[in-house]
């Protein structure tokens, strides 16, 4: 059996409780005292069973406290997968929207999220899916925006001269003089 990682001798038990006493997060805390408990003599074991965790993880602490102090051992943000679209995808995507679809080309009369989809994938060979491409688009500046349908042989004051207008003035009804109190 291996000998384990010696801790970083600049710090000792008592400093990292003060430090697990005044951290906002909970899980520092934890992996803080921890360690402390280490510090103090007590085995990997029994600081894994402290920290409810298994002895790999308390090695992996020690290795990330030895290396960068207590800030080490507060949680990172994961970095996740890349961005699919490259600055390149996003500067032909704005020029495919700005001057909008052929009919006779693209076979549609306005983009919409699954024609753009689909056009990435033919035109740079780039598989986005619809939310992704929606959440692009937001950041980009654009909107989903959608215009009224409006047939094309409408007349201009069509519309305005269908609205039904209402009387300016209101006369009560008769009934409503009946049954109102007489002064």
């Not at 600081?47 to 965790?53: D, E, I, Q, Y």
């Not at 909008?100 to 033919?122: C, M, N, Q, T, Y």
Request: proline share 6%.
């Amino acid at each position: 059996m291996g000998q384990p990682l010696p801790l970083r001798l600049d710090y000792d038990a008592r400093t990292l409780r003060a430090l697990a006493r005044r951290s906002k997060d909970a899980a520092q805390s934890r992996r803080l005292l921890t360690l402390a408990a280490i510090y103090d003599g007590a085995s990997r074991s029994e600081a894994a069973r402290l920290g409810s965790v298994t002895l790999q993880i308390v090695r992996d602490w020690v290795l990330r406290f030895n290396a960068e102090g207590p800030s080490g051992l507060i949680d990172r943000k994961a970095p996740g997968q890349p961005a699919r679209l490259t600055d390149t995808h996003r500067a032909a995507l704005i020029t495919a929207i700005q001057t909008g679809p052929i009919p006779a080309i693209h076979g549609v009369v306005r983009w919409r999220l699954v024609d753009l989809g689909r056009w990435l994938w033919e035109e740079l060979r780039v598989s986005v899916s619809v939310q992704t491409l929606s959440r692009e688009l937001r950041a980009m500046g654009y909107r989903k925006l959608s215009a009224r349908p409006r047939h094309h042989a409408q007349a201009e004051g069509a519309i305005e001269a269908f609205k039904k207008t209402s009387l300016r003035c209101w006369t009560p009804s008769r009934r409503r003089k009946a049954l109102s109190p007489r002064p």
